[in-house]
């Protein structure tokens, strides 16, 4: 016998854990992106309603964009009208639709059950992706704005919550990484590259304090350095780019949290009786339906 004592079986289910969720975690951030992933997404996200080719073509333009600064796989090539074109064809008529009103083509998804759910299926490639910008744009648009600005602590602390509540939805950061650095670094991307929020400052002093926060990671905390990053304060870009950003934004994981809410609104009823699954069903079906009448909710039961 070689004398080492093995580690406890606890510590090494959380090993295998760790390596599991991180292997996870790589597996969604190399997944290739396919035509079909990026139309499916911004029908969902953007453009429920609708839009026009060249609305759309200037959608992808920006997703290929983002993609690209994201170092993510396209799984694409050529000029986005084709992209779009083949894309529609992939889907097929039961997920997607052409329409020409007023001499103008519209792509309309198909928003019905169960065909929306396939439609889900490509888009959630790409949800994954944005889920962490989109819970960062919902706490923001949560907390209240009538001075025109929010504190950075209050953003986070929002996010957190979101993200305790979705945790078994998406894998925000490895288990290595803190995941309030990850949102601090998510908030610098939407002060930086997106401009949600007016600096005082140029780009280099904003790139200068992010590299110092990404430093600070690897060395000893300074408390002083953590207390100004908390309590910085942001104020609100009101310019309508920044403001479509946002709205954008939320629209990628808002319709989980909307069906989150009204779920667990309707559990209410299973207080002091028994119900059948299929009941329950029903109800969170009907709750949803009457709040989306009443304007509580957006996006409705075909989320």
Do not use: W
Not at 28 to 55: C, P, V
Not at 261 to 268: G, R
């Amino acid at each position: 016998m070689s004398g080492k004592i093995p580690p406890p079986i606890a510590a090494n289910k959380k090993l295998k854990s760790n390596a599991s969720t991180t292997s996870l975690y790589d597996c969604a951030q190399t997944t290739s992106i396919m035509s079909t992933n990026a139309l499916a997404f911004l029908l969902l996200t953007q453009y429920r309603e609708g839009a026009s080719i060249d609305k759309l073509v200037n959608a992808l333009d920006n997703l290929r964009k983002e993609l690209e600064y994201a170092r993510r796989d396209i799984g694409f090539t050529g000029d986005s009208i084709d992209v779009i074109n083949y894309a529609v064809e992939m889907l097929g008529p039961a997920l997607v639709r052409k329409e020409r009103i007023n001499n103008e083509e519209i792509i309309k998804p198909i928003a019905i059950l169960p065909n929306v759910i396939e439609l889900t299926y490509y888009s959630n490639t790409l949800v994954t992706h944005f889920a962490l910008e989109s819970i960062v744009a919902i706490a923001i648009d949560a907390l209240d704005k009538t001075s025109g600005s929010v504190i950075h602590q209050d953003i986070v602390e929002n996010v957190l919550d979101l993200c305790d509540i979705l945790q078994l939805e998406f894998l925000f950061c490895k288990p290595c990484q803190s995941l309030e650095h990850t949102i601090t670094s998510c908030i610098d991307e939407l002060v930086i590259r997106k401009q949600i929020f007016l600096v005082d400052n140029d780009e280099d002093a904003v790139l200068n304090a992010r590299s110092r926060r990404i430093a600070k990671q690897f060395e000893d905390n300074d408390d002083e350095e953590v207390e100004e990053c908390l309590q910085k304060i942001y104020k609100v870009n009101p310019n309508k780019s920044a403001v479509d950003t946002l709205k954008h934004l939320k629209g990628t994981v808002m319709p989980l949290i909307e069906s989150y809410s009204i779920t667990a609104f309707t559990l209410d009823k299973l207080v002091g009786r028994q119900l059948l699954e299929e009941e329950l069903l029903k109800d969170i079906l009907a709750e949803l339906e009457s709040q989306l009448v009443a304007g509580t909710i957006k996006y409705g039961k075909y989320n």
